[in-house]
């Protein structure tokens, strides 16, 4: 770019799939913590922790801080042979290759939480797939090596989740409050049909130690089973607990029913009497503008995160779906804004993010950070049978590769993200860019088509210029047309009627006069 370096959606490396994330803020620098997904995976999170970092006044500049926690080092993952008697699995999780990432151990972790404690040091919570227990680690900085330290328990020593009548551990989200530390877990039901009694929003108090239960489970959100008449009913609790306070109110951030969506709940309390807020954001932009599921903009899936507020902005952190699947996730952020009655108004799903404003009209870009993605009936959950070949999805050119191995010291090693698929009827839209200059486009693709991409700044809306396509190469191929927008922030669109099927990888925007 010409100027000062941009922040993007996905605002980490093409290659990187780490959703779920919580950021925090320690020490002038923001922290990400979330699973690890692989590209095109069979299963969630099958790669062990890793952790990226940016200076909180450079948020363009994410550095990668290497793997914090194996998922081996849980004594409850040990290698346990795939064949062992009474040993509940979710996934085959084997080694796919030589040399794979994180071969080891038969369970998957998934999303974790990160605090600092009062005594100075770092805590990490987390959960093996579907066993019923929380796990946690600690570290003397935030993101060097974390060791097991243990597994949450009662008072008596009893391990939480296996003692009689506990409830299920899921995906827990911690929280220092003065003098009380606070532990969320548990997940919902989606439907009636799989309601199960062990399953719901609960909350804990701990002692100081960090691991022992200083107060035992209370439920806490309500779920499909006890919605009616709480406010909550449409959006009602399903996973993915976290929590932040801002001024006297106490922000629950969740996953709901809906699954695509981020949900918050508001209280005066950090333990009680919840009242549903409204969403934060989703994925498919529903509910935006009264936007139905059937009108979604992206490709389907679950979402997870958590709000942080940086240099005195506030941010909701999500993860988008890549790859005809549900399990290569990458994560995504936004502004958001809180009102002074306390309401936050649902973010739009764009391409800049944590950009300070709009993406300039100069420069190249990625086809990746694209905030739309339908084809001729729209889009639909991002799986391999639900969208076949009809739909385009973003994918990567090489196996996903170990930023710490041998082969990353080559640049060219890493996987390059782009947007595969694109046939009759596909709309890529990105939003926002300042235009006052350009009026050329220069398009990066391959494969093999004919026909014509229309450049709009509003879906269905005048058109603002044309390239024309007509190629049959596997090489990455410029096609160029001129284009003449309006000046002022705006979308970009790209519609492509024509035959074939086209890859996309980058797109430039330039001025005829400043090239």
């Not at 996903?400 to 090693?413: H, Q, R, T, V, W």
Request: one cysteine or more; charged letters at 25%; aromatic letters at 12%.
């Amino acid at each position: 770019m010409k100027n000062k370096k941009q922040v993007f959606n996905p605002y980490l490396p093409s290659y990187e799939y780490v959703p779920d994330g919580e950021p925090h803020v320690f020490g002038g620098r923001i922290y990400l913590y979330g699973s690890h997904d692989r590209c095109g995976s069979a299963g969630f999170c099958l790669n062990d922790y890793v952790c990226y970092s940016a200076d909180v006044q450079n948020l363009s500049d994410w550095r990668y801080e290497g793997v914090i926690f194996r998922k081996d080092q849980d004594p409850r993952n040990q290698n346990i042979p795939v064949n062992a008697p009474e040993q509940p699995l979710m996934f085959d999780i084997r080694p796919e290759k030589a040399g794979d990432l994180n071969p080891k151990g038969v369970h998957a972790m998934w999303a974790p939480d990160v605090v600092r404690g009062r005594d100075g040091r770092y805590y990490l919570y987390y959960c093996l797939d579907f066993l019923p227990e929380i796990g946690v680690a600690v570290c003397d900085t935030p993101a060097g090596k974390y060791e097991f330290m243990g597994l949450v328990r009662h008072a008596d020593g009893k391990i939480l989740g296996k003692a009689n009548g506990d409830l299920m551990q899921f995906d827990p989200g911690v929280f220092i409050d003065g003098d009380e530390i606070y532990l969320y877990s548990g997940n919902a039901p989606m439907c009636l049909e799989h309601a199960d009694s062990t399953h719901a929003s609960q909350v804990m108090r701990l002692e100081g130690d960090m691991i022992t239960l200083k107060e035992e489970p209370k439920r806490l959100l309500p779920d499909i089973r006890c919605s009616k008449g709480t406010g909550f009913e449409g959006h009602e609790f399903f996973e993915a607990s976290s929590i932040r306070r801002i001024g006297n109110i106490y922000y629950f951030v969740y996953s709901s029913v809906n699954s695509s969506e981020l949900c918050y709940a508001v209280s005066k309390y950090p333990d009680r009497d919840y009242r549903y807020g409204g969403t934060l954001v989703d994925i498919g932009d529903i509910g935006i503008n009264g936007r139905t599921r059937e009108e979604a903009l992206n490709a389907l899936g679950n979402t997870h995160g958590g709000i942080e507020q940086i240099n005195g902005q506030w941010y909701v952190f999500y993860h988008r779906q890549t790859n005809r699947t549900n399990f290569s996730r990458q994560g995504c952020a936004e502004k958001i804004e809180i009102r002074p009655d306390g309401t936050i108004r649902q973010a739009e799903v764009t391409s800049c993010g944590m950009n300070t404003g709009p993406l300039t009209d100069a420069g190249i870009y990625p086809a990746r950070i694209c905030c739309r993605l339908t084809g001729k009936n729209g889009a639909v959950e991002s799986h391999p049978k639900r969208m076949g070949m009809e739909y385009s999805y973003l994918t990567q050119d090489l196996p996903d590769i170990d930023p710490e191995s041998p082969e990353a010291a080559l640049e060219k090693s890493f996987p390059i993200q782009y947007i595969k698929n694109i046939q009759e009827g596909t709309v890529i839209g990105y939003k926002y860019f300042l235009f006052e200059n350009a009026d050329q486009m220069i398009l990066k693709v391959r494969g093999k088509g004919n026909g014509i991409f229309t450049i709009m700044q509003k879906p269905e809306a005048e058109i603002a210029g044309t390239v024309a396509v007509d190629i049959d190469s596997e090489k990455w191929t410029d096609i160029a047309g001129g284009m003449n927008f309006r000046k002022g922030i705006y979308p970009l669109y790209l519609k492509y009627e024509g035959d074939g099927t086209i890859d996309f990888v980058t797109f430039t925007l330039y001025s005829c006069e400043r090239r």
